[in-house]
């Protein structure tokens, strides 16, 4: 069986074990952890989602991460992607307006979370994501996301909906002092074999 093969198996495997889990309900913090486990299960697989098959974007890009779709339902619910990075990221704080949960394959990536507050955002905690280690995030959680330059980096992150489907996330501007509404995300690469 191709790498590739391997590779789909494996992720169909979870990603069905995790939507029986879950079903048609919002999976609340108990429920995202068990998710979480899942995933890291699969992150054990670290020879099918490597740099080869998932390469960070290209010397000279602004943009220094991109996402790889590796699974999504028709109804675009349960979306898994490879988030690649292999320069500095330092994401706003902002929600998902759907669960989510990301899992560490490869290198370090921080996250911040915090609280709204009259003027803005208020740290509350953070915790790194490698591997062997995740975060869970109900819709309504505000984090961020802080990638230093070194080893590159690949983690995954699954969403309740899809990327491109969420029109209405919320990133604080701290330059403008205001919320804004991210646009829907929409550079997505399709998985290599």
């Known amino acids: 069986m191709s790498r590739q093969s391997q590779r789909e198996s ?18 609340d913090k108990a429920l995202l952890l068990k998710i979480e486990e899942e995933l890291k299960e699969l992150a054990t697989a670290k020879d099918l989602f490597s740099l080869e098959d998932f390469p960070p974007p290209e010397d000279g890009v602004k943009r220094r991460n991109c996402l790889y779709r590796l699974s999504e339902d028709e109804d675009h619910r349960f979306a898994l992607y490879a988030n690649v990075a292999s320069g500095a990221v330092d994401a706003p704080p902002h929600d998902h307006t759907t669960w989510a949960v990301i899992v560490g394959i490869q290198g370090r990536e921080e996250n911040r979370f915090y609280q709204k507050t009259e003027d803005g955002v208020a740290i509350t905690g953070n915790q790194v994501v490698e591997a062997g280690t995740g975060v869970t995030l109900l819709p309504d959680d505000i984090h961020s996301i802080h990638i230093t330059p070194g080893e590159p980096v690949i983690n995954f992150h699954m969403y309740g909906l899809a990327l491109e489907q969420l029109s209405g996330r919320n990133y604080w501007s701290s330059v403008n002092r205001e919320w804004k509404v991210f646009p829907a995300h929409t550079d997505i690469r399709e998985a290599r074999g």
């Open 10 to 27: 494996r992720i169909k495997e979870s990603v069905d074990r995790i939507r029986g889990m879950t079903g048609s309900g919002h999976p």
